[in-house]
Protein backbone atom coordinates (compact mmCIF):
# COMPACT_ATOMS: atom_id res chain seq x y z
CA UNK A 1 0.00 0.00 0.00
CA UNK A 2 1.32 3.30 -1.30
CA UNK A 3 1.94 5.46 2.21
CA UNK A 4 -0.48 8.37 2.69
CA UNK A 5 2.80 11.24 3.17
CA UNK A 6 3.13 10.07 -0.84
CA UNK A 7 1.81 11.88 -3.24
CA UNK A 8 0.78 10.98 -6.44
CA UNK A 9 2.27 12.19 -9.59
CA UNK A 10 0.92 14.61 -12.02
CA UNK A 11 0.42 13.16 -15.54
CA UNK A 12 3.86 13.50 -17.87
CA UNK A 13 5.34 15.62 -20.26
CA UNK A 14 4.02 14.54 -23.69
CA UNK A 15 3.21 15.71 -27.22
CA UNK A 16 0.15 13.77 -28.38
CA UNK A 17 0.02 12.98 -32.64
CA UNK A 18 -2.33 15.76 -33.24
CA UNK A 19 -0.05 18.30 -31.68
CA UNK A 20 -1.74 18.74 -28.34
CA UNK A 21 0.83 18.66 -25.90
CA UNK A 22 0.50 18.21 -21.81
CA UNK A 23 2.73 20.90 -20.29
CA UNK A 24 4.39 20.80 -16.66
CA UNK A 25 4.80 24.18 -15.39
CA UNK A 26 6.56 25.41 -11.69
CA UNK A 27 5.68 28.48 -10.05
CA UNK A 28 8.70 29.24 -7.37
CA UNK A 29 9.78 32.59 -5.07
CA UNK A 30 13.85 31.36 -5.31
CA UNK A 31 14.43 34.65 -2.76
CA UNK A 32 17.85 35.27 -4.59
CA UNK A 33 19.21 32.09 -4.38
CA UNK A 34 20.47 33.34 -0.58
CA UNK A 35 19.48 29.61 0.60
CA UNK A 36 20.49 26.24 0.06
CA UNK A 37 20.77 26.26 -3.45
CA UNK A 38 21.46 22.38 -3.54
CA UNK A 39 18.23 21.80 -2.18
CA UNK A 40 16.37 24.53 -4.47
CA UNK A 41 17.47 22.70 -7.57
CA UNK A 42 16.46 19.37 -6.28
CA UNK A 43 12.98 19.72 -5.71
CA UNK A 44 12.78 21.50 -9.03
CA UNK A 45 14.45 18.56 -10.55
CA UNK A 46 12.20 16.26 -8.79
CA UNK A 47 9.20 18.01 -10.29
CA UNK A 48 10.28 17.18 -13.80
CA UNK A 49 9.26 20.30 -15.26
CA UNK A 50 8.80 21.70 -18.90
CA UNK A 51 8.47 25.19 -17.67
CA UNK A 52 9.66 27.11 -14.24
CA UNK A 53 8.16 30.64 -13.40
CA UNK A 54 10.80 31.52 -11.01
CA UNK A 55 9.85 34.96 -8.92
CA UNK A 56 12.66 36.96 -6.51
CA UNK A 57 15.81 35.47 -9.14
CA UNK A 58 19.04 37.24 -8.77
CA UNK A 59 19.50 40.60 -9.81
CA UNK A 60 22.44 42.25 -8.75
CA UNK A 61 26.38 41.54 -8.32
CA UNK A 62 26.86 38.54 -11.28
CA UNK A 63 23.35 37.91 -11.78
CA UNK A 64 24.04 36.04 -14.97
CA UNK A 65 26.44 34.28 -13.21
CA UNK A 66 24.20 32.76 -10.31
CA UNK A 67 20.97 32.26 -12.38
CA UNK A 68 22.72 30.31 -14.84
CA UNK A 69 24.17 28.15 -11.90
CA UNK A 70 20.11 27.92 -10.72
CA UNK A 71 19.43 26.63 -14.56
CA UNK A 72 22.54 24.07 -14.79
CA UNK A 73 21.68 22.54 -11.43
CA UNK A 74 18.25 21.95 -12.18
CA UNK A 75 18.64 20.42 -15.68
CA UNK A 76 17.15 23.18 -17.19
CA UNK A 77 18.08 26.36 -19.46
CA UNK A 78 17.56 30.40 -18.93
CA UNK A 79 15.11 31.66 -21.52
CA UNK A 80 14.53 35.29 -20.33
CA UNK A 81 13.73 37.51 -16.98
CA UNK A 82 16.03 37.96 -13.91
CA UNK A 83 17.82 41.51 -13.51
CA UNK A 84 16.16 42.47 -16.56
CA UNK A 85 12.62 42.05 -15.45
CA UNK A 86 13.35 43.21 -11.39
CA UNK A 87 13.41 39.36 -10.21
CA UNK A 88 11.00 37.57 -12.41
CA UNK A 89 12.81 34.53 -14.39
CA UNK A 90 11.82 32.02 -16.84
CA UNK A 91 13.01 28.31 -17.25
CA UNK A 92 13.02 26.20 -19.46
CA UNK A 93 13.44 22.24 -20.59
CA UNK A 94 15.18 21.64 -24.08
CA UNK A 95 11.99 20.66 -25.19
CA UNK A 96 10.58 23.73 -25.00
CA UNK A 97 11.14 25.76 -28.65
CA UNK A 98 11.26 29.41 -28.03
CA UNK A 99 9.52 31.60 -30.50
CA UNK A 100 9.67 34.68 -28.35
CA UNK A 101 10.62 36.30 -24.94
CA UNK A 102 10.71 39.87 -23.66
CA UNK A 103 11.25 41.39 -20.10
CA UNK A 104 9.07 44.50 -19.41
CA UNK A 105 9.90 46.92 -16.45
CA UNK A 106 6.20 48.33 -14.65
CA UNK A 107 5.73 52.00 -13.56
CA UNK A 108 8.09 52.14 -10.46
CA UNK A 109 5.58 54.08 -7.47
CA UNK A 110 8.21 56.39 -5.11
CA UNK A 111 9.54 53.89 -2.03
CA UNK A 112 8.63 50.76 -3.53
CA UNK A 113 10.11 48.17 -5.14
CA UNK A 114 10.75 47.69 -8.95
CA UNK A 115 8.46 45.16 -10.74
CA UNK A 116 8.34 43.68 -13.69
CA UNK A 117 7.18 40.53 -15.78
CA UNK A 118 9.57 38.24 -17.90
CA UNK A 119 7.55 36.47 -20.61
CA UNK A 120 8.36 34.30 -23.78
CA UNK A 121 6.00 32.19 -26.61
CA UNK A 122 7.10 28.84 -26.55
CA UNK A 123 6.38 25.66 -28.57
CA UNK A 124 5.77 22.20 -27.73
CA UNK A 125 5.98 19.69 -30.65
CA UNK A 126 7.42 18.27 -33.76
CA UNK A 127 10.24 20.55 -35.27
CA UNK A 128 9.09 20.18 -38.51
CA UNK A 129 7.57 22.99 -40.54
CA UNK A 130 3.76 23.33 -40.95
CA UNK A 131 2.95 20.37 -38.28
CA UNK A 132 0.49 20.58 -35.84
CA UNK A 133 2.14 22.11 -32.45
CA UNK A 134 1.35 23.53 -28.88
CA UNK A 135 1.88 26.79 -28.26
CA UNK A 136 1.91 28.45 -24.30
CA UNK A 137 2.95 32.60 -23.51
CA UNK A 138 4.00 32.48 -20.54
CA UNK A 139 4.43 35.14 -17.94
CA UNK A 140 6.18 34.65 -14.49
CA UNK A 141 5.40 37.94 -12.03
CA UNK A 142 5.74 38.64 -8.72
CA UNK A 143 3.08 41.46 -7.82
CA UNK A 144 3.25 44.70 -5.31
CA UNK A 145 3.44 44.12 -1.47
CA UNK A 146 0.99 47.36 -1.73
CA UNK A 147 -2.17 46.87 -2.27
CA UNK A 148 -3.49 49.56 -4.89
CA UNK A 149 -0.12 49.15 -6.84
CA UNK A 150 -0.83 45.18 -6.64
CA UNK A 151 -4.22 45.65 -8.05
CA UNK A 152 -3.04 47.99 -10.92
CA UNK A 153 -0.35 45.24 -11.22
CA UNK A 154 -3.10 42.40 -11.44
CA UNK A 155 -4.72 44.78 -14.42
CA UNK A 156 -1.02 45.02 -16.39
CA UNK A 157 -0.55 41.58 -16.46
CA UNK A 158 -4.05 40.67 -18.24
CA UNK A 159 -3.34 43.56 -20.48
CA UNK A 160 0.01 41.72 -21.30
CA UNK A 161 -1.75 38.42 -21.56
CA UNK A 162 -4.34 39.68 -24.18
CA UNK A 163 -1.66 41.25 -25.91
CA UNK A 164 0.56 37.86 -25.87
CA UNK A 165 -2.82 35.69 -26.98
CA UNK A 166 -3.23 37.84 -30.32
CA UNK A 167 -0.70 35.67 -31.28
CA UNK A 168 -0.70 32.34 -28.71
CA UNK A 169 -3.96 31.67 -28.06
CA UNK A 170 -3.19 29.81 -24.98
CA UNK A 171 -1.78 31.35 -21.61
CA UNK A 172 -0.33 31.01 -18.35
CA UNK A 173 0.91 33.53 -15.78
CA UNK A 174 2.30 32.42 -12.44
CA UNK A 175 3.93 34.05 -9.75
CA UNK A 176 3.85 35.23 -5.79
CA UNK A 177 0.73 37.21 -5.65
CA UNK A 178 1.49 38.89 -2.28
CA UNK A 179 -2.19 38.44 -1.49
CA UNK A 180 -4.51 35.52 -0.80
CA UNK A 181 -7.54 34.17 -2.99
CA UNK A 182 -9.98 36.70 -2.09
CA UNK A 183 -7.84 39.84 -1.78
CA UNK A 184 -9.22 42.27 -4.57
CA UNK A 185 -6.12 41.77 -7.09
CA UNK A 186 -6.21 38.06 -6.84
CA UNK A 187 -9.81 38.14 -7.78
CA UNK A 188 -9.38 40.36 -10.63
CA UNK A 189 -7.19 37.82 -12.02
CA UNK A 190 -9.48 35.09 -11.22
CA UNK A 191 -12.21 36.86 -13.36
CA UNK A 192 -10.87 36.23 -15.97
CA UNK A 193 -8.32 33.53 -15.66
CA UNK A 194 -8.24 29.66 -14.26
CA UNK A 195 -7.21 29.28 -10.76
CA UNK A 196 -5.33 26.31 -11.12
CA UNK A 197 -5.34 25.15 -7.13
CA UNK A 198 -9.18 26.01 -7.48
CA UNK A 199 -9.67 24.56 -10.93
CA UNK A 200 -8.27 21.07 -9.96
CA UNK A 201 -6.45 20.98 -6.64
CA UNK A 202 -3.68 18.56 -6.21
CA UNK A 203 -1.13 18.09 -3.50
CA UNK A 204 -0.97 20.94 -0.58
CA UNK A 205 -2.65 24.31 -1.25
CA UNK A 206 -0.83 26.78 1.14
CA UNK A 207 2.47 28.23 -0.26
CA UNK A 208 3.65 30.37 2.83
CA UNK A 209 5.50 29.63 4.76
CA UNK A 210 7.23 26.51 4.39
CA UNK A 211 7.69 25.82 8.00
CA UNK A 212 4.02 26.80 8.70
CA UNK A 213 2.37 26.87 5.49
CA UNK A 214 -0.91 29.06 6.03
CA UNK A 215 -1.52 30.95 3.23
CA UNK A 216 -1.68 30.77 -0.48
CA UNK A 217 -0.18 33.47 -1.96
CA UNK A 218 1.63 31.93 -4.81
CA UNK A 219 -0.61 31.02 -7.87
CA UNK A 220 -0.69 29.29 -11.26
CA UNK A 221 -3.47 31.11 -13.40
CA UNK A 222 -4.03 29.57 -16.97
CA UNK A 223 -6.72 30.78 -19.56
CA UNK A 224 -9.78 29.53 -20.01
CA UNK A 225 -8.71 27.27 -23.09
CA UNK A 226 -6.41 25.39 -21.43
CA UNK A 227 -6.92 21.85 -19.32
CA UNK A 228 -5.49 22.23 -16.04
CA UNK A 229 -4.88 18.35 -15.16
CA UNK A 230 -3.77 18.89 -11.71
CA UNK A 231 -2.07 22.23 -9.48
CA UNK A 232 -0.56 22.63 -6.08
CA UNK A 233 2.17 22.29 -4.07
CA UNK A 234 4.16 18.90 -4.92
CA UNK A 235 4.99 18.30 -1.20
CA UNK A 236 4.74 14.79 -0.77
CA UNK A 237 6.17 13.97 -4.60
CA UNK A 238 8.58 11.36 -4.59
CA UNK A 239 12.08 13.31 -4.72
CA UNK A 240 10.45 16.33 -2.54
CA UNK A 241 11.69 16.33 0.75
CA UNK A 242 10.45 18.20 3.59
CA UNK A 243 14.54 18.93 4.35
CA UNK A 244 14.49 20.18 0.75
CA UNK A 245 11.57 22.40 0.92
CA UNK A 246 12.40 23.95 3.88
CA UNK A 247 16.07 24.64 3.19
CA UNK A 248 15.40 25.71 -0.49
CA UNK A 249 13.71 29.12 0.01
CA UNK A 250 10.91 30.90 1.97
CA UNK A 251 8.05 29.87 0.02
CA UNK A 252 6.53 26.32 -1.19
CA UNK A 253 6.21 25.77 -4.92
CA UNK A 254 3.35 25.59 -6.98
CA UNK A 255 3.12 22.74 -9.88
CA UNK A 256 1.16 22.14 -12.77
CA UNK A 257 0.47 20.08 -15.35
CA UNK A 258 -1.57 21.65 -18.46
CA UNK A 259 -3.15 19.90 -21.63
CA UNK A 260 -2.76 22.42 -24.17
CA UNK A 261 -4.79 22.52 -27.68
CA UNK A 262 -2.55 21.98 -30.84
CA UNK A 263 -2.30 25.48 -32.48
CA UNK A 264 -2.73 26.01 -35.92
CA UNK A 265 0.29 24.68 -37.99
CA UNK A 266 3.76 25.69 -36.79
CA UNK A 267 5.99 27.59 -38.84
CA UNK A 268 9.97 27.27 -38.31
CA UNK A 269 10.65 30.39 -36.39
CA UNK A 270 12.03 30.90 -33.25
CA UNK A 271 14.82 29.11 -31.22
CA UNK A 272 15.22 26.11 -28.83
CA UNK A 273 15.44 26.92 -25.40
CA UNK A 274 19.23 27.33 -24.78
CA UNK A 275 20.80 29.12 -21.68
Not at 63 to 74: D, F, G, P, V
Not at 162 to 173: F, I, N, S
Not at 188 to 212: C, N, Y
Not at 247 to 254: E, F, Q, S, Y
Request: hydrophobic content about 40%; overall charge positive.
Amino acid sequence: MTPASVLADLPGSRTEPDGSAVVRLLSYNVRSLRDDVGALARVIRACAPDVVCVQEAPRFFRWRKHAARLARESGLVHVTGGATAAGPMILASLRAHVEDAEDLLLPLTPGLHRRGFATAALRFGPERPGGPCARLGVLSTHLSLQKDERYAQAGMLLERLTEMRQRTPYAVAAGDLNERPRGRAFRRLTDALQDGWATKPWGGEHTSTPSDPHQRIDAVLASPEVEVLGCGVPKGLPGVTERDLRAATDHLPVLAALRLPASAPCGDGGRPAAG
